[in-house]
């Protein structure tokens, strides 16, 4: 997948006369970092006198905050930087459900399909895994999915209607990891987490942005 923003990027990386490694991440779990732990570790293995920043967009920016607030002084970055970073999932999905342009939750079920088949591609699950995770994203028509959905890989259960909103996410992650813990909305939030983090971060978030909005963040945690 082609992303025109990062290619722009890395030309201007290459401009000014810096190094740029991009790493597309392949998984479902956007609170597991320790895939992006790896990657930064093997390239500071290979450049060692090199200082190094990364930056994350949109869900990569919820994972690149997630690693460094997981690590805290371990991080060997110089600094990190988000752009229109998903700092709360389940939000952002509620944000789109109740958008007036139908275009957004066409783009997210687009893209919620996409992530869920690049895992298949890559995580080496049995066929009969496979087997299941098709029939789990067969189960919801994508438009009524955004419509209803609380939730991102995970249930909630609304204190107004007491009914469980089941997404694809929160199928294939079942089917994926069975003893994974999906009752606790933190895990796809990263409220709480930016008190752990240690390096200098820049936080780019444009007010008007119609799926990741500018409430989702907690900013007095990140000032303090």
């Known amino acids: 997948m082609i992303n025109r923003y990062i290619q722009r990027m890395c ?45 994350g967009y949109s869900a990569g920016g919820h994972l690149l905050m997630r690693y460094v607030s997981t690590y805290g002084d371990a991080v060997p970055l110089s600094c990190a930087i988000t752009v229109s970073g998903c700092f709360d999932f389940v939000k952002a999905f509620e944000s789109v459900s109740n958008n007036e342009n139908p275009s957004y939750k066409i783009f997210l079920d687009v893209q919620e399909r996409r992530v869920i088949r690049r895992h298949v591609e890559n995580a080496g699950h049995s066929k009969d895994i496979n087997a299941k995770i098709e029939e789990a994203m067969q189960t919801e028509s994508g438009i009524e999915l955004y419509v209803y959905i609380h939730a991102f890989f995970i249930t909630i259960q609304t204190l107004t209607r007491r009914t469980t909103f089941l997404c694809r996410y929160d199928k294939v992650m079942k089917i994926i990891r069975p003893s994974m ?33 500018n409430d989702h963040i907690d900013w007095t945690a990140i000032a303090s």
């Not at 597991?32 to 930056?55: C, F, G, T, W, Y």
């Open 11 to 55: 030309r201007e990386c290459h401009r000014r006369g810096w190094r740029a490694a991009v790493w597309s991440y392949w998984r479902c779990d956007f609170s597991e970092s320790r895939d992006l732990k790896s990657v930064i570790k093997n390239i500071q293995r290979n450049n060692p006198k090199a200082p190094m920043a990364a930056i």
């Open 181 to 213: 813990k999906l009752s606790s909305r933190d895990r796809y939030s990263l409220k709480g987490c930016m008190k752990n983090v240690k390096i200098s971060s820049l936080i780019l978030h444009a007010l008007d942005d119609p799926v990741v909005s």
